[in-house]
């Protein structure tokens, strides 16, 4: 394995040895120092981030924790968890705090699974559940994706017994993939007690208010959900990293036996708070995605290039060989996702800018083909 070969990094376990790493976006800071340009002129649409930056009372609210920085953190996230629970209608004992979503990921991996035990996601599903289900030993189980996305008749045939957590992202990353929820729904009825499905939500604030539905409201009825969210999309607060499951209190209740103390921090527990607050922010992000996507789909299918319908704040468009197509991007100041690595070699994904990030990107990929 990659610089595994010495003696001490040989004992580390074959699982850990085996996990390919996370492959984030290409930071702006590292184009620029390659390409001996000023940030300013490199166009970065590759992680799935808000382009209109936080919400400025977002920003106030973290400016504000800045002067306590002495201090600890609220380790039970009191506050947040009190406002979460009014806006969602859960105890707030069926909440836990992240930092970041991918925190509870973890969190999931180490309290529900171990060697000897699986967990299913789906082929082209966010990287995340392969890693965090490698990370504890268990054996990943992966089902082949249907039209891109989740084939939830396929997944509920790949549980085994030694099963124990089943990972669905929907919308998916990174294809964009929607199901409607009540064909989620019906897929919950069926799912065996004693495997936990978690219900990653990452880009839930972009659905169309008709397709949301309010999912907190079947932890009643389903005691193995959990649900996982994010402030790392449309709330803009992808850098401060805070994110949060809900399930049973049960489910909760296991995850914060394994949560790191103080794994979210003072700014990001008062900037997320200050965002729930914020609707008007979350309004004018939404609807400048449904503006973006609605240019990046017209600009590409003027351009011959076909797409994956998505339903979140990025979308799949194939290039045909993206390597190539992505290294010319890159040449030209515009970073965007390969992805490859996730059995997509002919796409590349494409975040939702500003509009005149998102004309940019489609201007030097003309000249890229
Ligand atoms: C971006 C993303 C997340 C969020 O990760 P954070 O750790 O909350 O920043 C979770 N799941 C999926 C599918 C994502 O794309």
Same mark, same amino acid.
């Given at each position: 394995m990659n610089g595994c070969d010495t003696t001490f990094c040989g004992l580390a376990p074959p699982y850990v040895r085996a996990i390919a790493p996370y492959q984030p976006g290409k930071p702006i800071s590292e184009l620029a120092r390659e390409l001996g340009?000023?940030?300013? @002129?490199i166009v970065k649409?590759?992680?799935?981030? %808000? /382009?209109?930056? +936080?919400s400025p009372r977002a920003l106030a609210a973290a400016q504000d924790a800045?002067?306590?920085?002495?201090l600890y953190p609220d380790g039970a996230g009191f506050a947040l968890k009190a406002k979460l629970s009014a806006k969602l209608?859960?105890?707030?004992?069926?909440i836990v705090l992240g930092n970041g979503s991918n925190d509870v990921l973890d969190m999931t991996a180490r309290a529900f699974l171990l060697q000897g035990t699986s967990a299913v996601y789906a082929q082209h599903a966010f990287a995340v559940y392969r890693i965090a289900t490698q990370t504890v030993g268990a054996q990943g189980i992966v089902v082949a994706a249907k039209d891109y996305g989740h084939n939830l008749n396929a997944m509920r045939a790949a549980i085994? @017994?030694?099963?124990?957590v089943l990972w669905i992202a %929907? /919308?998916?990353? +990174?294809?964009?993939t929607f199901l409607p929820w009540t064909e989620i729904e019906a897929f919950l009825e069926t799912v065996p007690q004693q495997v936990l499905v978690v219900l990653d939500?990452?880009?839930?604030?972009?659905?169309?208010q008709a397709e949301c539905?309010?999912?907190?409201?079947w932890l009643s009825r389903f005691p193995n959900l959990l649900i996982s969210r994010t402030f790392s999309k449309a709330y803009g607060l992808a850098g401060l990293r805070v994110g949060y499951g809900l399930g049973s209190t049960e489910v909760i209740g296991l995850l914060n036996r394994v949560r790191h103390p103080f794994n979210v921090n003072a700014p990001a527990l008062a900037a997320a708070e200050a965002a729930l607050d914020d609707t008007e922010f979350l309004a004018r992000s939404y609807a400048l995605n449904t503006a973006g996507m609605a240019q990046l789909l017209a600009g590409l299918a003027e351009l011959g290039i076909e797409t994956v319908p998505s339903k979140g704040n990025f979308l799949l468009a194939k290039v045909g060989g993206a390597t190539r197509v992505n290294t010319e991007l890159l040449k030209r100041g515009v970073i965007v996702r390969p992805v490859a690595n996730y059995g997509l070699p002919e796409f590349l994904r494409v975040s939702v800018g500003l509009a005149g990030q998102n004309a940019r990107f489609l201007d030097v990929l003309k000249a890229c083909l």
């Open positions: 340009l000023s940030e300013a @002129d649409l590759a992680s799935n981030e %808000n /382009p209109l930056g +936080p800045l002067h306590d920085m002495a209608g859960v105890a707030a004992d069926q085994r @017994d030694d099963t124990r %929907n /919308p998916n990353n +990174p294809t964009g939500e990452a880009y839930g604030e972009y659905l169309p539905c309010n999912t907190a409201a």
